[in-house]
């Protein structure tokens, strides 16, 4: 009877994405209807020579289509959910697409890109060959809590037929594993920005997860992430497998080496430092894919600006970039503020965060805007910081608290009026930097759209 409905569910899930996909409907909605036909769909797929999961707060999205890239570069094929979630219904949409009527994957390799609080409902449906986990940090308080919350919900479903690919500066998700899986590590050396006390907001490892005792650091990268040690009882992260050296933030390059001979010469976006930490763990995974060093190489050389978070165009002599942060969490709207740091001339720059009365992703909690790094908008080269939607107040209130002045807040609670004040205030050579959340999309292309009609389409 299972056999007969996973078969029914295949039929249906496929004349569904058939239908749908002219019309860009939800690519989740054949998951969502084959799970309803038969529930344990997702274990019932004959699943390829190799399957690659990519889960963490933050680089999912980004690390997982790189991989999916240089994997089909190396000429395997693969395939990913890239066009849809990243919970059970949104692989389930996938991989019907690619299966026979009995459910066998075609491809070569599967790269799944997984929710971390969804690990009970897919590991236990199926074993990964291999678990990349970027980072853990404190991400959406009413969803996940806390970063050790979600470790637990990953580490109680790994399975010791599962090889882990670790990142060796993050002393929380580092430890995922421990005696239940053979583990690989990746790291970043120290860089001329580290530090030796936590510069940012937050740090969310502070004692040792061993004794408990107060931790140091030989360096920090950015908030928790860099070299922990107990100077009490020892404790300190594995010596890791692939480093990061050289790291260039002028050129946006660095280096990889590994510990069988591996020395790769690598570019990355520059002012993105998230993404280093995210290459070099792709890195570790093709290798153990025994994808060539050349094929990594120049598979990240050619998508390194084509990471879909950042876009630069230019609208005459109006330069706009647009930094696609992730909802709610403030370790990535931090990282991303950063960029700010590595620019020079006079900008303006656009803040926009969910809006409270938006029906579907409306959210009141805003602690989140307190844990987040506003200190690169203090740099002297901005002109303005307009704010948009209905939480232009809170987030001109959190402003305020962490001291600063409001002669340069811009607040417009319709997006609309934001949008015709920046094409007013655009002057020639200027530079416009918009921060934004997923949700805000096309508040962005609206801008864009009136920065065309005013200064020529984007270059």
Same mark, same amino acid.
């Given at each position: 009877?299972?056999k007969?409905?996973?078969?029914?569910a295949?039929?249906?899930?496929?004349?569904?994405y058939?239908?749908?996909k002219?019309f860009g409907?939800?690519?989740n909605?054949p998951?969502?209807?084959?799970?309803?036909?038969?529930?344990?769909?997702l274990?019932?797929f004959?699943m390829?020579?190799?399957t690659?999961?990519?889960?963490?707060?933050?680089?999912?999205t980004?690390?997982s289509?790189l991989l999916?890239?240089?994997i089909?570069n190396?000429?395997k094929?693969v395939?990913?959910n890239?066009?849809?979630?990243?919970m059970?219904?949104?692989?389930v949409s996938?991989l019907v697409?690619d299966s026979?009527?009995?459910?066998?994957?075609?491809?070569?390799?599967?790269?799944?890109e997984v929710?971390e609080?969804?690990?009970?409902?897919?590991?236990?449906?199926?074993?990964?060959?291999?678990?990349?986990c970027?980072n853990?940090f404190?991400?959406s308080?009413?969803?996940?809590?806390?970063?050790?919350?979600?470790f637990?919900?990953?580490?109680?479903? #790994?399975?010791? /037929? $599962?090889?882990?690919v670790l %990142?060796g500066n993050?002393? +929380? @998700?580092?430890?995922? &594993?421990?005696?239940?899986c053979k583990?690989v590590?990746?790291?970043?050396d120290?860089?001329?920005?580290?530090t030796?006390?936590c510069?940012?907001?937050?740090?969310d490892?502070l004692a040792?997860p061993?004794c408990?005792r107060?931790?140091?650091?030989e360096?920090y990268h950015y908030?928790h992430i860099?070299?922990?040690?107990?100077?009490?009882?020892?404790?300190q992260?594995p010596?890791?497998?692939?480093?990061?050296?050289?790291v260039?933030?002028?050129?946006?390059?660095?280096?990889?080496?590994?510990?069988?001979?591996?020395?790769?010469?690598?570019?990355?976006?520059k002012?993105?430092?998230?993404?280093?930490?995210?290459?070099t763990?792709a890195?570790?995974v093709?290798r153990? #894919?025994?994808i /060539? $060093?050349?094929?990594?190489e %120049?598979?990240?050389?050619? +998508? @390194?600006?084509k990471? &879909?978070?950042f876009?630069?165009?230019?609208?005459?002599?109006?330069?706009v970039?647009s930094?696609?942060?992730k909802?709610?969490?403030?370790?990535?709207?931090?990282?991303?503020?950063?960029?700010l740091?590595s620019t020079?001339?006079?900008?303006d720059?656009?803040?926009l965060?969910?809006?409270?009365?938006d029906?579907?992703?409306?959210?009141?909690?805003?602690?989140?805007?307190?844990?987040?790094d506003?200190?690169?908008l203090?740099?002297?080269?901005?002109?303005n910081?307009?704010?948009?939607?209905?939480?232009?107040?809170?987030?001109a209130?959190?402003?305020?608290?962490?001291?600063?002045g409001?002669?340069?807040?811009?607040l417009?609670?319709d997006?609309?009026?934001?949008?015709?004040?920046?094409?007013?205030e655009?002057d020639?050579?200027?530079?416009?930097?918009v921060?934004?959340?997923l949700?805000?999309t096309?508040?962005?292309k609206?801008?864009?759209?009136?920065?065309?009609i005013?200064?020529?389409e984007?270059e």
């Amino acid at each position: 009877m299972g056999k007969i409905r996973f078969l029914i569910a295949v039929i249906i899930g496929k004349i569904v994405y058939i239908i749908g996909k002219p019309f860009g409907r939800s690519t989740n909605l054949p998951g969502i209807i084959m799970l309803k036909i038969c529930p344990d769909a997702l274990s019932r797929f004959k699943m390829p020579q190799k399957t690659v999961c990519v889960t963490g707060t933050n680089g999912k999205t980004g690390t997982s289509n790189l991989l999916t890239h240089i994997i089909r570069n190396s000429g395997k094929s693969v395939i990913n959910n890239s066009k849809g979630s990243n919970m059970a219904t949104g692989l389930v949409s996938a991989l019907v697409t690619d299966s026979t009527l009995s459910g066998k994957i075609k491809s070569d390799v599967a790269v799944m890109e997984v929710d971390e609080r969804s690990s009970q409902f897919i590991y236990t449906r199926f074993t990964p060959d291999i678990i990349l986990c970027t980072n853990l940090f404190r991400d959406s308080i009413m969803r996940n809590g806390h970063s050790e919350f979600i470790f637990d919900k990953i580490n109680d479903y #790994l399975s010791a /037929d $599962t090889t882990l690919v670790l %990142n060796g500066n993050d002393g +929380i @998700s580092g430890l995922l &594993g421990e005696n239940i899986c053979k583990r690989v590590f990746f790291s970043v050396d120290k860089t001329e920005r580290s530090t030796d006390e936590c510069k940012d907001t937050v740090c969310d490892l502070l004692a040792c997860p061993k004794c408990h005792r107060k931790l140091t650091y030989e360096y920090y990268h950015y908030n928790h992430i860099g070299v922990p040690k107990c100077e009490n009882c020892g404790f300190q992260m594995p010596e890791s497998d692939f480093v990061a050296t050289d790291v260039d933030f002028e050129n946006g390059t660095f280096k990889v080496v590994g510990k069988n001979g591996e020395n790769l010469a690598l570019s990355y976006q520059k002012g993105n430092f998230f993404n280093v930490f995210n290459i070099t763990g792709a890195v570790a995974v093709c290798r153990l #894919l025994e994808i /060539d $060093t050349e094929t990594i190489e %120049n598979s990240v050389e050619d +998508i @390194s600006s084509k990471t &879909g978070r950042f876009d630069d165009a230019r609208f005459g002599g109006v330069e706009v970039v647009s930094m696609l942060s992730k909802n709610q969490n403030p370790i990535s709207c931090s990282q991303s503020l950063k960029y700010l740091d590595s620019t020079d001339g006079e900008k303006d720059v656009v803040l926009l965060i969910t809006d409270s009365n938006d029906s579907v992703h409306g959210h009141e909690d805003i602690s989140w805007l307190y844990d987040t790094d506003f200190s690169p908008l203090k740099n002297n080269n901005i002109k303005n910081i307009f704010i948009g939607g209905t939480r232009c107040y809170d987030l001109a209130a959190c402003l305020e608290i962490k001291g600063f002045g409001t002669e340069k807040l811009k607040l417009f609670t319709d997006y609309s009026d934001l949008a015709n004040e920046l094409v007013r205030e655009s002057d020639k050579d200027r530079k416009v930097v918009v921060y934004f959340e997923l949700y805000a999309t096309k508040v962005v292309k609206m801008i864009k759209d009136k920065m065309s009609i005013k200064g020529g389409e984007g270059e």
